[in-house]
């Protein structure tokens, strides 16, 4: 079964958050790659190896989303899954995949961020950090609509 999530189209830049000597293990490449084809291929490649050790990745997309739409498409049997957050609270969107590193799980998701990077000094560093003033609040919502083709 062969399944696609589908991000903005109008995003261009992916900032790729790796283990340079993983990268190398299992795609035999030195660097991260530097367009969408030869990114698509790297995935292929370490999507298609089990490390006995499990690893998760996490790829950032430079700007924040134009619009805060997002989901999955299911080939399948047609089945789309679309999600929907409020851009300007939810700006950020990454993408997770997990080899097992985390609890055990093999997945792929998207994740909309306040802040992006995991970390606020890194966040801040490429100027996706948010600021949550002192007794302030985020207040934002995450939809989701499940349609048939």
């Known amino acids: 079964m062969q399944e696609y999530m589908s991000m903005p189209l109008s995003m261009f830049g992916v900032r790729i958050f790796y283990n340079r000597d993983m990268l190398k293990k299992l795609t035999g490449l030195d660097e991260a790659p530097h367009d969408y084809r030869a990114f698509l291929a790297a995935c292929k490649k370490i999507t298609s190896q089990k490390d006995p050790q499990g690893n998760n990745y996490k790829y950032y997309f430079d700007e924040p989303m134009p619009e805060g739409r997002f989901g999955y498409?299911?080939?399948?049997?047609g089945t789309r899954l679309t999600m929907e957050v409020p851009t300007d609270t939810v700006p950020y969107l990454c993408c997770w995949i997990n080899e097992g590193g985390f609890k055990d799980f093999f997945n792929i998701?998207?994740?909309?961020?306040t802040g992006a990077w995991d970390q606020p000094g890194a966040a801040k560093a490429h100027k996706q950090a948010s600021v949550l003033p002192a007794d302030g609040e985020y207040k934002w919502h995450l939809s989701f609509t499940v349609t048939q083709e």
């Open 109 to 113: 998701a998207p994740e909309p961020c």
């Open 73 to 77: 498409y299911y080939p399948s049997d």
